[in-house]
């Protein structure tokens, strides 16, 4: 990961600010001959969106995706796939209202990256965060949807938001299908009213609040990971922080695990049909840096939106004192959206690790080792 | 951060398993005209060196580091110096005792790396976790060392630990000087007592316990960080959870932030004598992945030692069912050594994105892009 | 260099096909505060623009470039600068004429890179060489621009054809001003007739030609380039040999030099007013992979247009004997309109070895040196 | 490539001054489970030795490599093989005799990186060359036999000279046999004794001269590389013009191609029995920066050496005129001792190659997409 690519074999870069004529991502080094359609990457995009939902920022963005290279018809089956090339994606920006934002263009809002971007570069684009506005999400959200092409239907990849403020779901009643049926991304149909209710207080406040999100992957194999540096969880943390407003990650048991005896933590193996069959999954389906062939688990924190009507203490550009309410539209927990924006990170952190994995030992080797496991 | 090699312009790579002849790393990018004498790094490895209390691991090893290049006599001080190129490091383990390990040859550890390495690479060296080993941490203590080098001593670095099991210290207690009083990093006198019964009795009972660290960094002028992907956060989220048996890592306020109200977590500034000043630190010294000019704040969960002397359950490399207990010489709580490491990771990353920060926009730019701030 | 990425801290990202809706690139670690309108990228892009001459293809691309992100306007002089996000420029593709390439769906011309792609990939975007066009070149010339403004007036780059197939210019009558005169970028009055009368045989033929292109930069300071895999030189050549139909460089008196001996070779220095006084630039300007602050010399040797109208046998994808006739409209040298994509190439390689340098030396350590030189 | 470091899932990293305690080299990414042994490596750098006749450096170095890491016996053969982990490969320095240099610790000698070196880094290791010294070559040698164990006895990579000074080899004459029979890798048993006339006069004459090397690589199958940047043809070209003393390279026909029609260019392909048959080569295997199947060939130029007996005028460290005269131990013509190196640069940049293309499309798609060209 480095400024705005991010991936080894499977790459992505992603440009755009909040309030210029568009936003897009390149993606590098897919592999050719996946199908690959707008639709393919729209439907995910649609998940994103914004303008959903009284908890979300009112800027009504299509999001329509274009497909400007990398997909060419399949002489075979005269379908778009794949070529191997640059997949060149653009999503134009069509709901900006600039205006909004000219109150702010001298001042440092508390909690935005304003005064960081100032400080860096001497020059910011200020409108609606310019680059660090959460827009930018929508470009993972469109390499995401490739990368799971690349992972193949066999890597399932969902996430959900587990807390919001203090309230946290019950994982007894975790059920993924609730997760699709409210506008929360809550596995925990109880969990819902219970946010809505502290939702309309914080935004009757002018206020927001933080949330945390849990996303798992079944279906990754055993091998993927690059110790020491390039581990899976290393990746991962690094792809997860990286999402606006993200201010923790941790895999499997995670924090926890500081209160837990070696015996509790350390999850015991059997014999299973193809590999071994744990017994636990505190290690979050990684260990040693590699996969397990155990679902990889991982949350993330985010901390509340910055952008609130409550009058805040700051500076502006000139040093002087000011006071700062930030008015236009913004989600007043961004952890809602951001679920969409967890599932393509790590999209596209498995497919990277998948084809790195590949490029190291083989399908062959790859296949073999994970059946030597049991069948030797 | 790819495979065995981190960094973009101060690079990393290092190498070695835990009983093969030594272990090193090469520093790549270094900038030159730094003084460095084996002295310089020995003084952070001494504080890592396993064999130094009761509730660390028996392994005697000197860790006696070798330069092997990029340093010359100055023709100016006629002192050693950083001539800009690689800096070659070399450990060699002297107290192996490979013969501890013969039982294990087969078995796949729970909660260890055995299983995912056999899976990944078809072999593996099963001596001390080979790779997997937390001796690979020395090399990175020793290019901590001439990383912060490089800061200089404007920036000051430094870790303790805040919690062991289920015991967090005290935070109004804090005391950084008791820090390198007592053995376990602790900053809080009257935990220490605590601490210590605890390990005892995780000691005696054959098990392991987790930590938490924080690692806070000083002196960090803002404008350091490359967003979006290679964000100041995001790094030192790669860095912190590559390192051995780390489950977790968060920023400022970290998981705490989901729980807090905008008005709460968004940092109030006023105008201060160079630059603003913060009324608080909830963002731990990063915003939108770019540094504010304050300390940099972050936290790393560990899990307990996988290497317990409690027998588990398991399979071996022919897939059948076996029963581990692992004897060696093995630290009950791995958090307590982990902590020169954990500030050896965040002095490569800030090295790192300082030279980063220069390449783009030059020292003066840098200079005056600070202080605009303010004097505009 | 890796895929469709180049540079290290100044990074591009190109993407597009010969016959897809768009091309572009991506330029990620810019310096902020550089003006740039897309006026300053048009002007290079004219100069590489094709249907400009009778022989150069007659398609009409006006490659007129959009900057989508990356540029603002500055707060103190109003007019647009970089802010050091990623700045993303496209260029639609017009005159396309896709029916033109039916004929070639299935086969393999020879010379081309038709057959290379579809036995990587399987699968290939065969209108007008797709990934493999020279119409690529355009996102190079585009970044070129920007790398230009990254290294300010202080450096110019310039290339000159000095070989068009066996006739060389005159080094005696080596014209600079010359080169903007005539559509051959030649610098020697008298040649340009002896190449135009060749050009008009090739046409004629339903042939091609190759040629030889020389480029100097001057203004580069002493400093720049990474040894030892990152040598200035090893930049250079990659750089210019991924230009299409390059296939060769060489850098000051290149592949001469092997007949020279050890006294003619090394270039002698004197005293000079801030640095040495070369006596000679055998070397190119470059020195141990570092530049020498003399001029930086290169040579690219371009094969011949493999698209032709002469009939070559080949095969199909089907592996059936065919033969092929390239109709469809193509330069009959395309090195002649490869000068601005190889002073462009020049630009990029030299403004991320600018970077580079500041980043691990520092604006004021990178002046020191270059000063004590003579000076202590 | 950058700075130290090559290469990108094949990745290697040297260090190391000629007259330091020992070079050497980190292989990250190697594929695991290949036999490797010392002897391996070092019949490979036995060839590139030192002292080993009339007209190459007397120093005399055995260059005994040790493994210091990533290898480990194989649970089935017992055999060391390589584990995936970082391969850490060390030579120690025996006869350095350091104060051969102390009359030239204040002199930048023409033609060296001298001057260079002390104006990018205001500090050098001046004894040998230190960092810019061929001794460096070793590393990337022993680099290049483990290469070789990754692309497996199907891939064979020779090379010979072809050119010393004025004098080029009688193609006609090629024997590669003759290649290992004298002490030149010249492949025209006829040119040996005009070779060692010239070199006899040149050692006299306290003079060097220059040479060209060609190098082949046969069995390299069709797909390997990675358009645009990456294509095969620029990672050659950086590769090789990254060795010390070079100043060109070219692929195939290389800048003799400019003087060729696109007919005569262009290679003809008919239906073969896996694949196209080419039927001639001009391309050096090499179309769209991707392999086509035929004999991959590149030449590289090198100039002379550069420490000669002769007097030239140059400068000091304090900018003051002087005369200097290299004494001390020297090749007269480092193009002799190159040819290993040339080999084991090709065998890094193909073993790269073909890992990141089975990453990208997997063993299966690639053999298939092979296999299809006819077979379809």
Same mark, same amino acid.
């Given at each position: 990961?480095?400024?705005? @690519? ?18 897009? /991502? &390149?993606?590098?080094? /897919? ?9 393919? *990457?729209?439907?995910?995009?649609? $998940?994103? $969106? ?99 092409? &690349? ?34 991304? /809550?596995?925990?149909?109880?969990? &819902?009213?219970?946010?809505? $209710? ?54 499997? =048991? ?35 840096? *590699? ?16 952008? @609130? ?7 502006? =550009?000139?040093?002087?004192? *000011? ?34 994995? $590949? ?14 496991? *049991?069948?030797?």
């Amino acid at each position: 990961m480095s400024h705005n @690519i991010f991936g080894h074999l499977f790459r992505v870069t992603t440009w755009g600010e909040s309030h210029g004529p568009a936003l897009g /991502c &390149v993606i590098d080094g /897919c592999p050719p001959g996946l199908p690959l359609t707008p639709e393919d *990457i729209q439907v995910w995009l649609d $998940r994103r $969106r914004p303008g959903q939902g009284k908890f979300v920022t009112q800027r009504q963005e299509p999001d329509a995706v274009r497909i400007l290279s990398g997909v060419f018809e399949d002489d075979r089956t005269g379908g778009p796939v794949t070529t191997g090339t640059p997949i060149s994606l653009m999503i134009e920006n069509v709901d900006q209202r600039s205006k909004d934002y000219s109150e702010i263009a001298q001042a440092f809002r508390p909690g935005h990256a304003d005064y960081a971007y100032f400080a860096k570069y001497g020059v910011r684009d200020y409108r609606g965060g310019g680059r660090a506005s959460a827009r930018e999400t929508a470009a993972r959200v469109a390499a995401g949807a490739v990368a799971r092409k &690349v992972l193949g239907p066999g890597v399932a990849i969902r996430a959900a938001l587990v807390q919001i403020g203090p309230d946290a779901v019950d994982r007894g009643r975790w059920d993924w299908a609730e997760v699709e049926r409210n506008g929360f991304w /809550c596995p925990d149909p109880a969990t &819902v009213e219970v946010w809505e $209710r502290r939702l309309e207080a914080v935004r009757k406040a002018g206020s927001s609040i933080g949330a945390v999100i849990e996303v798992e992957a079944t279906g990754v194999p055993a091998g993927w990971g690059a110790p020491i540096y390039g581990k899976l969880d290393a990746e991962l943390a690094s792809a997860l922080m990286s999402i606006n407003a993200a201010k923790g990650v941790e895999i499997g =048991e995670g924090f926890a695990s500081a209160a837990l005896s070696g015996e509790e933590n350390a999850d015991e193996m059997r014999p299973g049909a193809d590999g071994p069959l744990f017994l636990s999954n505190h290690a979050g389906g990684v260990l040693g840096g *590699i996969s397990t062939g155990q679902s990889v688990v991982a949350r993330v924190a985010f901390k509340p939106t910055s952008s @609130i009507l409550a009058p805040r203490r700051s500076i502006n =550009e000139a040093g002087e004192a *000011i006071e700062v309410r930030t008015k236009g539209r913004h989600d007043p927990c961004v952890g809602i959206r951001a679920a969409p924006v967890v599932e393509a990170m790590v999209a596209c952190v498995l497919a990277d690790a998948f084809l790195r994995h $590949r490029g190291q030992v083989g399908d062959k080797v790859a296949a073999a080792s994970n059946a030597r496991a *049991i069948d030797d």
